[in-house]
């Protein structure tokens, strides 16, 4: 790499955010930490449609830009419109938290004279400062791969070298632990009291806010019918609503769920803009989730929350929250980090309804 980076000579910073929900708020971290060492500069964020409310009221950012790569950048011409819109911002850096290297050629091609980013996909050679990754860091919690690209490009020690590799639910338990956490603003949260009661959501009932679906693929679900049996007894033992979230995609999985309950849950599965998801999982008073983005949102929430895991590493992408509650079994198979398990799926269906009641009725009555 080249030499670090000096804050103080770049007065317009854009950095590209990451693609995916979890991952944007497994970001934040570094996010505020650029906004803390890049105090005098205008700071655009560049990111995709989908993810661009997650940092809509974050003040570590001026602006956000949409790459909006299906419709208005879509393909060749629409590449070419967004380079033109940055060549017109003047950017003097780009910090590239995305790893693709077409996040590297459009900077490039924009002409934005530094260009910083992990030395990933081929594209070392289209960055002005590449930093290699740090095996040391990969057992290590996601924030931390992302905080250490900002340590390493302004030369500043290192935090993630000195962090916990225990289980994220033992680590919480000794702070600090990287700021991940989100706002939502009164008048958001406002109205999604307002639409609860619309749904018919008693406002002075419990609130549990379920996710039972997961992008990733089938792996990462727990079974429906055992949902379906974990929210009747919520809903019988603890007097409490019940919200189903989720992708258009995954109403399916919610219908289903729902299909096989005595009682009646509200689903609102694929019926919310990120914006308005933030802002009904942050009126929720615990949070049931396979590992999945909503997850990470409520944890960035600061919701009690029951993340429900299988096949992935929850030292890596866990809740980084002293009040989330990670379940899983250490089959002999884990982490596969498969999409689809070929077996048995032994790792999800060894967690019980027993299991998942206990430590959500605790966490309620916390």
Known sequence: MNQALQPDKIKRL????????????????ALKQVRQEFSQAHITLLVLPWVSGIC???????????????????????????IQTLRRSHFEAALLFQNAFEAALLAKLARIPIRAGYRRDGRG???????SIDLRISPLHQTYYYLDLVDQL???PRVAL?????????????????????QVSFPRKQAARNRLRAEGIDPHRKLIGVNPGAA???AKRWLSDRYAELLDRLIEQQGANVVVFGAPRELGIAESIR??????????????????????????????????????LA???QVPTVAIFGPTNEIATGPLSPIAVVLNKKVECSPCLLRECPIDHRCMTRITVDEVYQHASRLLSA
């Open 216 to 218: 990733f693929g089938s």
């Open 56 to 82: 809509e009221e974050a003040d570590c950012i001026d602006q956000i830009l949409i790459y909006d790569r299906e419709r208005h950048h879509r393909g060749i011409r629409g590449r070419a419109r967004l």
């Open 162 to 182: 000195g962090a916990s590799r225990t289980p994220i639910q033992d680590a919480a338990k000794v702070p600090p632990l990287p700021d991940i956490s989100l």
């Open 154 to 156: 302004l030369d500043r």
């Open 14 to 29: 854009l950095v590209r955010g990451t693609n995916w929900v979890g991952d944007s708020v497994m970001v934040l971290p």
């Open 259 to 296: 299909s096989l309950m005595r009682h009646p849950a509200t689903l609102l599965t694929g019926k919310t803009e990120l914006c308005e998801l933030i802002a009904l999982i942050a009126c929720c008073d615990l949070f049931i989730t396979n590992d999945s983005g909503p997850m990470h």
């Open 125 to 131: 050679w289209l960055l002005t400062h590449p930093v």
């Open 299 to 301: 944890a960035a929430l």
